[in-house]
DNA sequence: CTGAAAGCGCTTACAG
DNA sequence: CTGAAAGCGCTTACAG
């Protein structure tokens, strides 16, 4: 089957390649006539012409598609819940989402090359040079980062505040000694690294004695195996979880331990997911409002794709804790 | 920035375009002095050069995107998995993989043209008019897809198979009265459907009574009133769940109705999601060899892009259960 | 208000 | 063994 061009177009409806353009890409300062347009617009429609995006691409150097970068490790419910609302908002703006994880050996720079997005939504930081070649490429990096990111043109998800949120929860219900259980996996310490800044931060801030800290696997016997160095010595009577998986190990592992939580023990996740509510007790975690997180980036990359748009203000109030049963 | 092109190249290194071509894209059929090559290639990398992929693809109506285009549902750790295990296989054979989940707004086949990908990877089943305009645009199709799929194109996983599973598991420990647990989300409906005609097929096979449906709601009352419902009249002893989220629920229903499980009511899941070992009792579920599956998608994508690769042969094992306490 | 023409960067017959 | 040239389909000054 031939492609349908927009020289088809054209030659159907009696008009120069030109004003197809002109028409269908709704130019503006351009006057059509009504009738011309119609005529334009009808052929398209029943010859079912779709602009050919490489040709566009190669002559513009732009696309309508937004490249979205993920960190290397796994999604989880959250970023899946994020990337949904985020691609539906930008659907809505002719905008396509294009999700890579960067689990490839490909470089980032061949992969926008590649696609030569309009944008390149970042949910994990950059490397500079990467920031930089996309900088001189003029593609605008819209993204999510880690707290300290000094690049302004980034949407700070503060970590950092979630580590403090449970020590700050842990803390009101009288817990003095703490730990901090990091997950097993390397690939997740940059984001651990700054949840467990915010815990020691915030013991320090209230004269807490400093966090103890352990990677836990998601194993019943690693977990027993953490919990139970944490009893000895002066006993920890708080456990502050990197994420609601680990805190789930955490249960686990006191559980098979003969431990009570919260009596013996409490301890808090981050994330709610589904399974939080679910076990026994009942877990408490830090809510992200990921809705909100979502349409500050597709403001962001809106603003990023038209300077008339306003870039959206700073929201901090992401977090709350959902207190439950177990602590 | 201006961008570097084979025409710089072919500056740099003293030959024409042509033969820049000819020695970055390792053209077979042609010989090029190694002196020659070795000039080219020398000059491309000092200059930093990335071929354009727009160009590329207007010229060749090809790029080395394979498009991957999930269900509107959420992806759920499985599927992360997969994406993840089939992204880092591809890009091993210069293929980057992009995911789009079909939750925008936008058409599947704006979406395709947009970026002119060598095959579509679709983990869901597509609309007739889509894989027909595919196949005319000569956009080689590969999937996964639900068992009564008719097109042999497509790597079935057979849903249907994990159904089974559950009841043979169950059945085999003496359980007579069964419960399927269906999911709330009626996004979920197709593939939950097909688990439970497994569920259904095999508790007629081994003349079981009709299993008891309920949906069950992320939530432990609703899960309790799914679990008294099934308590009435001649007991429920065992739950086959659509997946593992489910199950928790289910236990979580049980264990608010003061059930012990497994000895009043066993529960099996899918999945083997980190929590499903982590609950209190451990989840009995039914694991999916992921990376199988995503084996069998990579050597499907690789055989519709090169016909002198051998199509993968059918696999059915793909699954089995991990027996916990649950059950 | 509309059209003829150039050019984005690549690949590939075709000709030496 | 290598080069000059055409053309993929689009957009956009530029000229009427």
């Known amino acids: 089957m031939p492609r349908v061009t927009s020289a088809d177009v054209a030659r159907e409806s009696g008009v120069s390649r030109t004003t197809v353009s002109y028409v269908l890409n709704a130019k503006s300062g351009v006057v059509i006539t009504e009738a011309t347009r119609q005529r334009v617009l009808d052929a398209a ?12 691409a190669l002559r513009s150097g732009r696309s309508d598609l937004v490249l979205c970068v993920l960190p290397d490790w796994t999604f989880g419910p959250v970023i899946d819940r994020l990337i949904d609302h985020v691609t539906t908002a930008l659907a809505e703006h002719g905008l396509s989402v294009l999700v890579h994880s960067g689990r490839g ?9 590649a696609v030569t997005p309009c944008v390149v939504l970042g949910l994990a930081p950059f490397a500079d040079a990467d920031r930089e070649a996309l900088r001189r490429a003029g593609i605008p990096v819209v993204g999510a980062a880690l707290d300290e990111d000094p690049h302004p043109d980034v949407f700070a998800v503060p970590q950092i505040s979630i580590g403090r949120l449970q020590v700050e929860h842990l803390a009101d219900r009288g817990h003095r000694v703490l730990a901090y259980a990091a997950p097993a996996d390397p690939r997740l310490s940059a984001f651990a690294d700054r949840r467990l800044a915010g815990v020691r931060l915030e013991c320090e801030r209230r004269g807490l004695p400093e966090p103890r800290v352990a990677a836990v696997d998601l194993a019943v016997e690693d977990a027993a195996r953490a919990v139970r160095q944490w009893r000895t010595g002066e006993p920890v009577t708080a456990v502050a979880a990197y994420n609601d998986e680990v805190a789930l190990a955490v249960l686990a592992g006191a559980r098979a331990m003969g431990l009570r939580v919260p009596d013996d023990v409490a301890v808090i996740g981050v994330d709610d997911i589904p399974a939080a509510r679910l076990a026994a007790p009942a877990l408490t975690t830090v809510w992200q409002a990921i809705d909100a997180q979502a349409d500050h980036l597709v ?11 306003p870039l ?10 959902v207190a439950r049963e177990s602590t």
């Open 105 to 113: 050996t490909q470089s980032l720079q061949e992969l926008w090359r």
């Open 45 to 56: 429609a029943r010859m079912g012409y779709t602009p050919s995006a490489a040709a566009r």
């Open 312 to 321: 959206p203000a700073r929201t901090d109030d992401v977090f709350h804790v």
């Open 299 to 309: 403001a962001s990359v809106r603003a990023a794709l038209d300077a008339t748009l």
